[in-house]
């Protein structure tokens, strides 16, 4: 088994392609509001030099996010949750199935729609090169500011 998957230094778990594609045949998706240069699924994007929590993502569409699952995951389900309220675009999350945290009480649960995936993702590193299964369920949370009230 990979240990790094276990570990809490490793904040950023690629997007794994195939899985990218199917969401964004949906939404079609205009921005990608945390990824790196190496990692970004659509042709603007924010990296962690131009920090995703402090710009708008109203970018004239639906957004898609995967953010550091670390301890700062709270901020970026937070600032999904009020930029689609302004703005009334869709935004797109792919996180950890944590349903006993906070952030998923006060901005996702009855707020937001809630996909849950079956079985686990493998995600990639910057390369693309899968790894292991996650440690942990994922989800897929929608954000759609026509419906939030």
């Excluded at 703005?87 to 707020?111: E, Q």
Aim: overall charge positive.
């Amino acid at each position: 088994m990979n240990k790094v998957l276990f570990s809490s230094k490793n904040m950023c778990w690629c997007t794994p392609q195939s899985f990218f594609d199917n969401l964004n045949e949906e939404f079609h998706f205009v921005l990608d509001a945390a990824a790196t240069a190496k990692t970004a699924k659509c042709p603007m994007y924010f990296t962690p030099e131009t920090d995703g929590l402090s710009q708008s993502w109203d970018r004239g569409g639906a957004v898609f996010c995967n953010p550091p699952y670390g301890r700062e995951i709270s901020k970026w389900v937070k600032k999904a949750y009020t930029e689609t309220a302004r703005t009334k675009n869709p935004i797109v999350m792919l996180l950890p199935a944590r349903t006993d945290t906070a952030y998923f009480h006060d901005y996702i649960y009855g707020k937001a729609e809630i996909r849950f995936i079956r079985g686990r993702l493998k995600f990639s590193d910057e390369n693309g090169t899968a790894s292991n299964s996650a440690p942990f369920p994922s989800m897929v949370v929608i954000f759609n500011g026509k419906d939030l009230k």
